[in-house]
């Protein structure tokens, strides 16, 4: 067996101390530094975590050199500076969804991994539910997706950031289904219309409430539409999915095995495996890409059309007309291309002959 991969932490508040669990379990890892903007916060979730040993610091200078590979699970703002810092330092980087918050910093990003020749994975945990597994077999069986729903409907009181936000439901949570979508469908999302609005009852100062209309490459529509104030019946946090196909229907509640119906009405039993879940997942397979130099699911190119998705669906909302995720990545690679300062980063993007080629979106 190898030796375990030494992670360097960035980051130590709820999602990193979900992180610091996530790496004591899995034995082909092993923690050699936590990193925190606040250390008596990262001193205080080391020794909790069992790594009374492990040193702290403010930044990942400080301890890179003890380090293999660095598992950002910073605030999303601070995502680019952290990332890009270790990718530069030569470390492959797991970051926490979002990539970031535009998709301008998100080619940037991506512009570091290229020149660091480096790895960035971004933890799409969804991805990684034994349920989303036996969905994506019984759909196999089914056939090619004609329409593909999802029905989000939760009432959460969040309090703080989130309910003062512009957009709250479609930019720090519908990430999680539009990027699922996409590993469903297997294909690439081409445009969106989105209407957001805020039901009179709402405790969220934006727009708590959303249905997105996506169409795909291949002709699939897949339908978001969902509410962060409906109490009473609430979808579980993965929501409520349907697949409509040639071969039959199959859906998933979100918590449990998903049910598929053959079009001939025999049921299709959902065949559920033992694989690594939620972050978990995400770990496993970027130690796996780092050791084989393999590509996995939400490196950072790919990553990116699924925050476009996020970006298009906000703009579709704001103008009351469709977008196209190509036109998205079109003007963020010209942000990014005007405001990128350092010269190495700024000279990858300029190299790509076409940004939407770059992302995976064109051949």
């Known amino acids: 067996m190898p030796e375990p991969l030494r992670l360097l932490q960035a980051g130590a508040g709820g999602m ?14 092993q923690l050699v530094g936590l990193v925190d903007l606040d250390l008596e916060v990262a001193r205080a979730a080391a020794d909790e975590h069992g790594y009374g040993d492990v040193p702290v610091a403010n930044s990942i200078d400080e301890l890179a050199d003890r380090a293999d590979a660095v598992i950002d699970v910073t605030v999303p703002l601070a995502h680019p500076k952290v990332s890009v810092d270790a ?45 989303v597994a036996a969905f994506e077999r019984q759909l196999a069986e089914l056939g090619t997706i004609g329409t593909l729903s999802c029905e989000f409907f939760k009432a959460p009181h969040f309090s703080g950031f989130r309910e003062r936000m ?27 219309y989105c209407d957001s609005y805020n039901p009179d009852w709402s405790w969220f100062d934006g727009n708590a409430a959303a249905t997105a209309i996506f ?36 859906t998933w509640d979100g918590d449990n095995p998903p049910v598929a119906e053959l079009a001939s009405g025999e049921p299709l039993p959902a065949t559920m495996s033992d694989e690594p879940q939620e972050i978990a997942g995400s770990l ?30 906000v703009r579709s909302a704001n103008t009351g007309t469709a977008v196209t995720i190509a036109d ?24 790509w002959p076409n940004p939407l080629k770059a992302v995976g979106l064109e051949s």
């Open 16 to 29: 990193g101390r979900a992180w610091l669990r996530t790496i004591a379990a899995n034995p082909s890892v």
């Open 87 to 131: 990718l530069l330092r030569g470390l492959p980087v797991l970051c926490e969804k979002p990539l970031a918050e535009t998709v301008r910093e998100c080619l940037t990003m991506v512009a570091a991994s290229e020149v660091s020749g480096q790895l960035l994975m971004v933890s799409q945990s969804r991805r990684y539910f034994r349920a």
């Open 166 to 192: 512009a957009e709250p439901l479609l930019v720090d949570m519908a990430i999680h289904q539009f990027d699922l979508s996409r590993k469903l469908i297997g294909s690439e999302p081409v445009s969106v």
């Open 215 to 250: 169409t795909y490459a291949d002709g699939t529509r897949f339908t978001f539409t969902g509410s962060w104030c409906a109490p009473g019946l609430e979808t579980s946090w993965n929501g409520l999915w349907r697949a409509s196909t040639p071969g039959g229907t199959a």
């Open 284 to 313: 496993v397979e970027f130690v796996n890409a780092v050791r084989t130099s393999t590509t996995p699911q939400s490196e950072v190119h790919s990553n990116v059309v699924s925050l476009a998705m996020v970006e298009a669906a």
């Open 328 to 351: 998205v990545i079109t003007d963020a690679h010209d942000e990014a291309l005007a405001t990128t300062q350092d010269p190495a980063l700024h000279a990858a993007l300029k190299a």
